[in-house]
């Protein structure tokens, strides 16, 4: 199959999602002060797409689940690691975070569109059943890693919020 097949065979919805998830990556380079709401959203993007190809794909069994679960947790460890050496402030009044600009979500978001390209890919076109199943596990490693890394971001400011909040009351 040739590149200009695989491109012209991808679902419009994977373009809509890709210029997003780059959209919010652009944005996250340049410093910012965002409601911590919003910084839910991409963490959320990536847990549903994960959490929905484990229940859409016949091949998904307790292995990759288990496989999900497990990467989610190393991913929110990362995530709190990352976010807790990275120079932010939050507002709990305004309920805001000031972010500085960073490289990390767009590297993320490009690692885990190129590899999930990629494993679709795989998985529609190989027959081969163990293959198949290996590429499933793989899928779910990255969902979950990825996943985990942007919740354990979100989850050190919120929890950095909630902190400063119960303090002043």
């Known amino acids: 199959m040739t590149p200009i097949a695989i491109i012209q065979g991808t679902p419009t919805w994977v373009w809509v999602l890709l210029a997003f998830l780059l959209y919010r990556g652009i944005k996250a380079m340049q410093a910012s002060t965002t409601p911590l709401w919003k910084l839910a959203i991409v963490p959320l993007i990536f847990a549903g797409m994960g959490i929905a190809h484990l229940v859409a794909s016949p091949l998904a069994g307790w292995t990759a689940v288990a496989v999900w679960i497990v990467t989610l947790g190393v991913g929110i460890v990362g995530g709190v690691f990352l976010a807790s ?24 978001i490009a690692a885990t569109f190129i590899a999930k390209f990629w494993l679709g890919f795989e998985m529609a076109t190989v027959s081969y059943l163990p293959a198949l199943t290996t590429y499933v596990a793989i899928d779910a490693a990255v969902s979950g890693i990825v996943a985990g890394i942007f919740a354990g971001r979100f989850l050190t400011y919120w929890k950095t919020m909630h902190a400063l909040r119960a303090s002043w009351a």
Do not use: K, N, W
Request: proline content about 12%.
């Open 85 to 108: 050496q990275s120079r932010f402030i939050v507002d709990p009044i305004a309920r805001t975070v000031m972010l500085p600009g960073s490289m990390l979500p767009m590297v993320l």
